[in-house]
């Protein structure tokens, strides 16, 4: 008989599935066993796992009495795993055991796999979070950083300092995968100088399956060793070595692990070699030619564009592609010029160089944008690809991107929805009607729960800005000083993000005259709380974050605008769940489609931002707060001038008088019903259910299916 599992035995498997992170009462149940520790490991319940051998565990665990909840939340977990009758057996079907294969450089999973730098991996992980709940077959495919991407630390001058630290794997819930014969997959790519290898990774994400490639192992050249080590790290040359190891080297190793998806899924144009490699395996298989290998090929691939910029997309100068994708090129029977023609706008234009998304256009018979605007503008941008349609005829449609729910949602307000939501509501969020139900929850009540989410972001941020003060040999009247910034009472303004240049962190500081008099009005007083990194090599981004820095430690601003170092999706979790206000002001129309403020609604707190990217088709009149008009100017002075005036305006008109507008028993009650409002309307339509849901119907099922479609001639 087998033997009973213990409780190790059941915690060991519950953190070896990333399901637990998504799972309060699992998470609690980790964090009751040792909450200092719990804090200190960084959420970590393998490393939590290692500090309590068997049986200290066990007497830890009666002595707290959580055999109950243990033996609970590993039932929970079997269930939930061997789940039929999902939302994907009834719509998903005809995918069968040939699940969709999700191609991305990043993955978003959880702040201890940091293998991602912002909005796209998060949105990556977040749909890998959501196939699994609605019961789709889908794989992820993407690469192991093993220093992933890198923790920041600004130096007394406001300076950015990236740290890289090797992730240490035997602390995650990382597998190393292996094929029948019991020896660990390798698989390789190989190119004119040489081949690269990578091994196979495997990361449980709830019933989703994501493989990570990751090229330090010994078979390789030390440069290749190294190639995986940092995301976004390096120059063309590693950039183009890692996308034909995701992209060619991904679509190998699910050979190699007898996966034969039936749709592949490109999240952004880093992986467009992928759907070479496909041709390249049925031309061989089938004996067809290129041309019917790519029709059929193309078919039954869906490409998600994520740049509104034409600089931000990948491109590669003709020896590098001939390097790196010339051993492929042979096999399909492509010569030099052929090749770069696939990546090119015009393939007989030898000035233009080879750009990914052109490849994923190409090679892709569905593609969509992530927000309407977004769409918009990218049927305006690549309607070159089609120069025989109207630009409303270009064939690129949106689907607009949303947030995993119980990812982002805290617990207290999870408890508000349980209550007055239908029981259900959990597995039907993108449902308007389960929704509406919020209207119900009484002012005192949300407003309560309101200020005790931001109390904890609060005490959280304090404790934040002394470690990282004191890390920098600040003074102790300084540590003091920090330790009691911010008040509950006033008025919270969040703002995190990349700091690209376009996401604009410093516009509220074009005017320091107008932000002094909003900060230091003593009736109504305004505070702010910044966080966020700027990408390595980009010292227009770290100049604004020094500026933001410095004004952070400058009279008036000092205490009522902060600098919090480090943004990741802890520091993310702890800021939507309590700023009142989160504020976005990228340059129209920059911003894709943006979703930390749609992590905000969820937990009752107001956007205010310009009508870029999801808010724009978000925002009624009286769900959150509009910065302008959507207005636009060729000259993007001008335009980071007028925005700057409209921000003012809303704050100083709308946004702050609103909040200070307070009944009898001091609640702001038309806040409040903003606040309802802005669940009851944008809950449903903006979270990763919906979204799946979109993808498998609008373009899954049907490229699964080998439906013709709206994108034919392209070539
Ligand atoms: C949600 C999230 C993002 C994306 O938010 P944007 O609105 O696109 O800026 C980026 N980084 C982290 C850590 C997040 O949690």
């Not at 990578?198 to 990751?214: F, K, S, T």
């Not at 001038?641 to 702001?668: C, G, K, M, S, W």
């Amino acid at each position: 008989m087998a033997r009973q599992k213990s409780i190790h035995d059941k915690l060991t498997e519950l953190a070896g599935n990333f399901w637990w992170s998504w799972e309060p009462e699992v998470t609690n149940l980790f964090r009751s066993i040792d909450p200092t520790l719990w804090s200190q490991l960084a959420h970590n319940p393998v490393l939590l796992l290692d500090h309590y051998p068997p049986d200290l565990l066990e007497e830890r665990c009666r002595e707290l009495v959580l055999h109950t909840s243990n033996n609970r939340a590993y039932r929970r977990w079997r269930q939930y795993m061997e789940q039929r009758d999902t939302w994907g057996d009834t719509h998903a079907g005809i995918l069968g055991h040939r699940p969709v294969a999700y191609f991305s450089a990043e993955f978003g999973v959880h702040e201890s796999l940091p293998i991602y730098s912002g909005g796209l991996g998060v949105l990556a992980g977040d749909h890998l979070k959501s196939a699994s709940d609605l019961g789709i077959p889908l794989v992820g495919v993407g690469l192991f950083y093993d220093e992933g991407y890198f923790s920041q630390h600004v130096d007394p001058t406001g300076w950015q300092q990236e740290l890289y630290t090797e992730v240490d794997t035997a602390k995650l819930p990382l597998r190393g995968v292996r094929g029948k014969d019991g020896k660990p997959i390798v698989v390789s790519v190989e190119t004119r100088s040489g081949k690269i290898f990578a091994r196979v990774r495997h990361v449980a994400v709830g019933r989703v399956n994501l493989y990570l490639l990751d090229t330090d192992i010994p078979d390789n050249k030390d440069e290749d060793r190294h190639l995986t080590a940092r995301l976004y790290g390096g120059d063309q040359r590693t950039r183009i070595r890692q996308e034909i190891m995701l992209g060619i080297g991904g679509v190998r190793a699910l050979m190699a692990l007898g996966i034969r998806p039936n749709v592949i899924h490109m999240n952004e144009g880093h992986s467009a070699f992928a759907p070479l490699e496909v041709i390249a395996g049925r031309m061989q298989e089938d004996g067809l030619g290129f041309d019917e290998a790519l029709r059929e090929t193309a078919s039954s691939c869906v490409f998600t564009t994520h740049t509104p910029v034409p600089a931000g997309h990948d491109r590669f100068d003709s020896a590098l592609i001939d390097e790196h994708v010339g051993p492929l090129a042979d096999r399909l029977g492509l010569d030099h010029n052929g090749l770069l023609g696939l990546g090119r706008v015009d393939p007989q234009n030898h000035e233009e160089s080879f750009c990914m998304t052109v490849l994923a256009f190409k090679l892709s018979r569905r593609a969509n944008a992530v927000s309407s605007l977004h769409g918009v503008v990218s049927r305006r941008m690549w309607a070159s690809l089609w120069p025989w349609r109207s630009e409303e005829e270009i064939p690129i449609g949106h689907i607009t991107n949303g947030v995993h729910v119980p990812s982002w949602l805290s617990a207290q307000m999870r408890a508000i929805y349980d209550r007055v939501l239908p029981a259900d509501w959990f597995q039907r969020t993108g449902e308007p009607e389960v929704w509406s139900g919020f209207e119900t929850v009484t002012p005192g009540e949300l407003w309560e729960t309101h200020e005790s989410l931001k109390n904890r972001l609060i005490n959280y941020a304090r404790r934040r800005l002394v470690e990282q003060a004191r890390r920098r040999g600040e003074s102790d009247r300084r540590l003091a000083e920090l330790s009691e910034v911010l008040t509950p009472r006033a008025l919270l303004i969040g703002f995190a993000r990349r700091f690209a240049p376009y996401k604009r962190a410093d516009l509220l500081a074009r005017d320091l005259d107008r932000l002094r008099k909003i900060i230091e009005d003593a009736d109504r007083p305004v505070q702010f709380l910044f966080a966020g990194k700027a990408h390595p090599a980009d010292d227009s981004g770290k100049r604004i974050v020094q500026r933001v820095f410095q004004l952070a430690s400058e009279a008036p601003f000092k205490g009522r605008l902060v600098f919090l170092e480090d943004y990741d999706i802890n520091l993310g979790r702890h800021l939507v769940q309590g700023v009142d206000v989160w504020l976005n002001n990228p340059r129209r129309p920059l911003e894709a489609s943006g979703t930390s403020g749609q992590k905000v609604v969820l937990n009752g707190g107001l956007n205010c931002s310009i009508l870029d990217g999801w808010w724009a088709e978000a925002f009624d009149g009286s769900n959150g707060f509009a910065i302008g008009s959507g207005q636009t100017h060729v000259d993007a002075n001008v335009q980071d001038q007028r925005d700057a005036d409209h921000l003012y305006e809303v704050l100083t008109q709308e946004v702050i008088p609103l909040f200070y507008n307070r009944d009898a028993d001091d609640l702001p009650q038309k806040w409040i019903s903003r606040m309802k409002r802005a669940v009851r309307t944008l809950g449903w339509r903006f979270n990763a259910d919906r979204m799946v849901m979109d993808y498998v119907r609008q373009t899954y099922v049907p490229a699964a299916g080998g439906l013709s479609c709206d994108m034919h001639g392209l070539r």
